[in-house]
């Protein structure tokens, strides 16, 4: 089996101590890293979603979520072809387009250059393209405007990552941001002309492993739900804007004409469940000042996953573990229904991991043998035993008494 199966088999075993050995890397995310990719995600219903609490070994279900009325959107990960990327941006894997919002203008076309790295999942610099408005309408002169100047940020020597790699169950990462935008603006009653001014944000952005343990999601083709092994994080954001004109603050009664505000707090919170094999999170909730603003899912991770996994209870495996309880020595046998590697997990009630065995057998029968290592407590611990798709086929307990 390769790396990547055996990383993502082994998320259930996350743990909080400086011992956890299991991680997401880059080559646990489908996304391409030499070409677009078009992910498909779906709104979900709002109302009765339970915002998802953090802890170790969790159990999530929302396999009876709803979604909602809209169409499922398409996110393309690239809109520019590898090699037409700006060579401002070498390590840019890709590159989409954003829009900014000043007061009852948006500013279309600009690019933000992104790299999914062995390092991380980063923002590697952006292109603002700028723009010349009207402000005839708020003021009633022809002459009136302002004009956002276009500028380049290239990050490539200190990147600004959404998460870094490995991603574990310890994973934080914070980064803090200075964007500055410069524009001129004219307004004959005001006494401005072509007055030069800024917009400066500051924004500090804080990501969390703050959970791990099971994802429960309802089964796009019907039938049982999904189960899922994955990591919860939490993405808090804050951001303020200030606007000057001259280099001091800008007048109260120009920012409330342009729907401003002087040094106003965003601030919003996400919570997404990473999983092996997907090529983004899947499932996102995004909330906004303290409202549920969003609840999306992924329902075509590039490799299509979700799309043609089977009914999990005709799959669903016999096993017996014995002897229970054991002084050491456990007999896991099944009817293995393929040829390919499984791997049988086992940990304790804290998460910690004791044991993972890769089983290469071929289809039939089989007995695999599990020696734990000795100096464990006696306890109760946990099995599960998966597929070479990461799918949970059977799941128990034991009692080590030595």
Not at 23 to 52: C, E, H, K, W
Not at 360 to 377: C, D, I, T
Request: aromatic share 12%.
């Amino acid at each position: 089996m390769t790396q990547k199966f055996y990383l993502s088999l082994c998320l259930f075993c996350f743990i909080t101590g400086l011992n956890a050995q299991i991680s997401l890397t880059r080559s646990d995310f489908t996304i391409s890293d030499n070409r677009a990719d078009t992910i498909l995600s779906q709104v979900m219903q709002r109302q009765g979603f339970q915002i998802p609490k953090g802890g170790n070994n969790q159990f999530w279900d929302y396999s009876n979520a709803l979604d909602s009325a809209l169409v499922p959107q398409r996110f393309v990960t690239s809109v520019l072809d590898p090699l037409f990327i700006p060579f401002d941006f070498p390590n840019a894997t890709g590159a989409y387009t954003a829009s900014y919002v000043f007061g009852p203008f948006r500013v279309s076309n600009n690019f933000q250059f992104e790299r999914y790295g062995d390092d991380g999942y980063s923002v590697q610099g952006t292109i603002f393209a700028g723009g010349s408005f009207p402000l005839s309408g708020f003021t009633g002169f022809r002459s009136d405007s302002v004009t956002l100047f276009r500028k380049v940020d290239n990050y490539t020597d200190n990147p600004l990552y959404y998460y870094k790699f490995p991603l574990t169950a310890n994973s934080k990462h914070i980064w803090t941001y200075r964007n500055v935008i410069n524009f001129q603006i004219t307004v004959a009653l005001a006494g401005l002309n072509r007055t030069p001014g800024q917009v400066v944000t500051n924004e500090y952005k804080r990501d969390s492993t703050i959970g791990w343990g099971t994802l429960r999601m309802r089964n796009p083709r019907g039938g049982s739900p999904l189960d899922f092994a994955v990591l919860l994080v939490e993405t808090t954001e804050l951001s303020r804007d200030s606007f000057y004109l001259s280099s001091t603050p800008a007048p109260g009664l120009i920012l409330t004409a342009l729907g401003l505000e002087q040094n106003a707090l965003r601030q919003s919170k996400t919570y997404a469940f990473y999983g092996a094999r997907f090529a983004s999170a899947i499932l996102t909730a995004a909330i906004r000042n303290d409202t549920l603003a969003r609840v999306v899912r992924n329902i075509n991770p590039v490799r299509g996953l979700t799309t043609d996994l089977p009914d999990l209870k005709k799959i669903a495996v016999k096993t017996k573990l014995f002897p229970n309880p054991t002084a050491g020595n456990l007999v896991l046998e099944f009817e293995k229904s393929d040829s390919e590697d499984w791997d049988v997990l086992m940990y304790n009630t804290q998460g910690q991991m004791v044991a993972l065995e890769r089983i290469s057998a071929a289809s039939g029968k089989v007995q695999h043998v599990v020696q734990l290592k000795p100096g464990l407590s006696n306890g109760t611990y946990f099995y599960h035993l998966l597929d070479q798709r990461s799918l949970i086929r059977s799941s128990g307990s034991f009692v080590l008494q030595r």
